[in-house]
């Protein structure tokens, strides 16, 4: 009998567990650690770039753990935009890892790196990530948040120090917080509907009356917006991720928000899609990225200034989630990839920026393009990129957001268009003063510069790179900028593959049909498909140029079936092709 590649999706959760264990029982030994730790994530890499090919042209696949069906077991889902982010989530741990050995290495003679409890640490903190991202039911999505969160709290702790540990009790407490939250609300569901199972629940919920489904749904949005550190409930953010070490910070601020973020995706287009919040949500994306982007150009710290456009960064994917919309919703699956890859790059240049100045404070840095231009296009590559400047991938994300505001052309989509510009804007000024005043100025201007920059000649500081920026640093560095960089090389492909994701999160049935089985589903298919032809209904634009970005009518008559399997199907191609399932 074949096995199905797809069947080892549990193995993305396995593999780094195990891993842990091993790494564990070596603790003794670094470099056995080491090879381990990085052995395991490139075998993980390579399954999941694996299972993304397969997905990519097959659609969603369930695997229901020890045979027992759901929803009565446990399923692992695995969808197009669930394979897309384990491939970057894994690429992203894999290259931050390597930064982590690398900067071990450069600061121990002995070559010892992080205390042993880091590297299973870690694994445990990539497994509990995978797990989120595969879980079939709420219950189980909680035991992944739980387990990436008490990797965290250790990984945020590690080596001590007074203003570490106070940073650390902070995200303990607003951690515990949301997980009770979030925990109480899972119980209220299953009081509520017999399930947790998240394929049972679209189908259970709108049996509920409308207040109690209203209550479940803002009490899951708000657990879920305080891990994804959504305003107002982002207070936590600034304070905590900068006091860790720059790996540790690069993999929490590039990915632990965008497990929220999956999270609020997932639960909004399965369990509550429809328009009934989505007002309140375009709000609360425009203050996040206002507030979020003021918080940055009050701050001299790059390191703080990093986190806060972290925060209203965050505005843009909530707005993408709000639009309810094949265009709205597409951008924002690009953009989570995108924004995972260039947050972390950019905290691991600061790392970099940190280790060459003796500084991350703008006000002591200069003269850093002329030290070390290496050092300097690490840093511009992905700073415009994050401002959103053409033609980097962040202007492509944020150009489909803004088409799907407008061709939605309401008030409050306005607003947010308005905003989008406003923010990327902004943030294009904070980046660009910490280029003047970082890279451009002389070292000599700056306040109190360190004596890392004021060597007696240019050769002696780049003589210096040698020691203070060694290659097993910059290289997971460069690959980050080379990932971001892919991002906008292959948009069209990319943008193709997280439309035909979309199409699937909207029409429900695929993810259905991988969970419970076709014959079930089918009882309901028509009741889903009339829903949807109402949610995602045409917006008359008056522009013909305009019809492929507006919301878009999914439902279809029996006859165009095979054109919308073909249009899930076709993620490569002509970029100029019309995308089928557009209105009339």
């Known amino acids: 009998m074949e096995t199905n590649l797809v069947e080892f999706v549990p193995l993305a959760v396995l593999l780094p567990f195990f891993g842990a264990g091993f790494a564990f029982a070596f603790y003794r030994n670094q470099p056995v650690q080491k090879a381990i730790t990085v052995g395991t994530l490139i075998i993980t890499v390579l399954l999941e770039i694996s299972l993304l090919t397969e997905i990519w042209h097959t659609g969603a696949h369930a695997v229901h753990l020890a045979g027992w069906p759901a929803p009565f077991g446990i399923s692992m889902v695995i969808d197009r935009f669930a394979a897309l982010m384990l491939v970057v989530s894994s690429l992203i741990t894999l290259a931050v890892l390597l930064y982590a050995v690398g900067q071990g290495a450069a600061e121990e003679k002995n070559d010892s790196g992080p205390v042993s409890i880091f590297y299973p ?29 008490t990797a965290s709290y250790v990984l945020l702790t590690l080596g001590g120090g007074e203003q570490r540990i106070r940073a650390g009790v902070t995200y303990v407490v607003v951690s515990i917080i949301s997980s009770m939250l979030f925990l109480i609300t899972i119980g209220l569901i299953y009081a509520a509907t017999g399930t947790v199972n998240l394929a049972d629940l679209a189908l259970k919920l709108g049996e509920l009356d409308d207040g109690t489904q209203l ?63 989505n007002t309140a949500l375009m709000i609360i994306a425009a203050l996040t990225m206002i507030v979020g982007i003021l918080g940055a150009l009050a701050q001299t710290d790059i390191k703080r200034m990093l986190s806060f456009t972290l925060i209203s960064h965050i505005g843009y994917l909530v707005f993408g989630l709000a639009l309810s919309s094949i265009v709205g919703m597409s951008a924002t699956i690009y953009y989570v990839a995108h924004h995972i890859t260039i ?44 401002a959103g400047i053409p033609p980097f991938s962040g202007f492509v994300g944020k150009l489909g957001m ?30 660009a003063r910490i280029w003047a005043r970082g890279f451009w100025r002389k070292g000599e201007d700056a306040e109190d510069p360190d004596k890392l920059l004021l060597s007696k000649t240019l050769a002696h500081a780049r003589a210096a790179n040698k020691r203070l920026l060694p290659m097993n640093m910059v290289a997971p560095t460069a690959a980050l900028v080379a990932m971001s960089l892919a991002f906008t090389v292959f948009a069209g492909p990319l943008m193709q593959f997280s439309r035909a994701a979309a199409y699937d999160m909207y029409e429900r ?58 249009t899930r199907h076709s993620t490569s191609g002509d970029e100029d092709e019309p995308v089928e399932g557009g209105g009339d």
């Open 121 to 149: 640490t870690y694994l445990i903190l990539v497994a509990g990530v995978s797990n989120a991202f595969l879980a079939g039911d709420l219950f189980n999505m909680y035991v992944g948040f739980e387990i990436f969160l």
């Open 215 to 277: 209550m479940l749904h803002v009490m899951l949005l708000v657990a879920f917006g305080i891990k994804a550190a959504v305003f107002p409930l982002a207070f936590w953010l600034p304070d905590s991720y900068p006091t860790a070490p720059a790996p540790v910070t690069a993999v929490f601020a590039g990915l632990l928000t965008k497990v929220g973020i999956y999270a609020m995706i997932r639960t909004e287009t399965l369990l509550f899609p429809g328009e009934r919040i």
């Open 343 to 386: 947050q972390t790059t950019l905290f691991l240049v600061t790392g970099l920026i940190e280790r060459r100045a003796g500084s991350s404070n703008v006000d002591r840095l200069g003269g850093l393009a002329k030290i070390s231009p290496v050092l300097a296009i690490l840093f511009f590559i992905p700073a415009m990129n994050l």
């Open 402 to 431: 803004m088409q799907g505001g407008i061709a939605e052309n309401t008030w409050i989509t306005w607003t947010l268009v308005i905003a989008s510009v406003v923010t990327s804007l902004l943030t294009l000024m904070a980046v």
């Open 509 to 566: 049935a695929p993810y259905l049909d991988a969970v419970l089985g076709e014959e079930r589903v089918d009882g309901v298919r028509d009741e889903l498909t009339e829903f949807t032809e109402g949610l995602l209904v045409d917006v008359d634009t008056g522009d013909a140029g305009v019809e492929d970005h507006a919301p878009v009518q999914t439902g279809l008559e029996p006859e165009d079936s095979e054109n919308l399997e073909d």
